[in-house]
Nanobody
Framework: QVQLVESGGGLVQPGGSLRLSCATSGFMFRFYRMWWLRQAPGKGLEWVSG????????SYIDSVKGRFTISRDNDEKKVYLQMNMLKPEDTATYYC????????RGPGTQVTVSS
């Protein structure tokens, strides 16, 4: 059974940092490109970042480039999202998934950026 569980969200002030983690099980993690997506209140789901199976190719939406860093540990079967210089518009529920459309994503972790 495929499982993805996100953690690490919370309330942070603008300019702050958070590190999200996604623990996975039930599939051959090392062979999958992984994605982080988010859904802000009242908005649709959007992909934020992706990383290839080896971890040497990454992609980001323009609004997070230079602030967010995706990484993975194939031995631990985890994918991470380091988020720096957070802005109020980053407030959303963040999900990890095996595709950029969020199919089979985990329950999510809430990130709130507010003073």
């Amino acid at each position: 059974q495929v499982q993805l569980v996100e953690s690490g969200g919370g309330l942070v002030q603008p300019g702050g940092s958070l590190r999200l983690s996604c623990a996975t099980s039930g599939f051959m993690f090392r062979f999958y490109r992984m994605w982080w997506l988010r859904q802000a209140p009242g908005k649709g789901l959007e992909w934020v970042s992706g990383i290839n199976s080896r971890g040497d190719n990454t992609s980001y939406i323009d609004s997070v480039k230079g602030r967010f860093t995706i990484s993975r540990d194939n031995d631990e079967k985890k994918v991470y999202l380091q988020m720096n210089m957070l802005k109020p518009e980053d407030t959303a529920t963040y999900y990890c998934a095996r595709d950029k459309y969020g199919e089979g994503r985990g329950p999510g972790t809430q990130v709130t950026v507010s003073s």
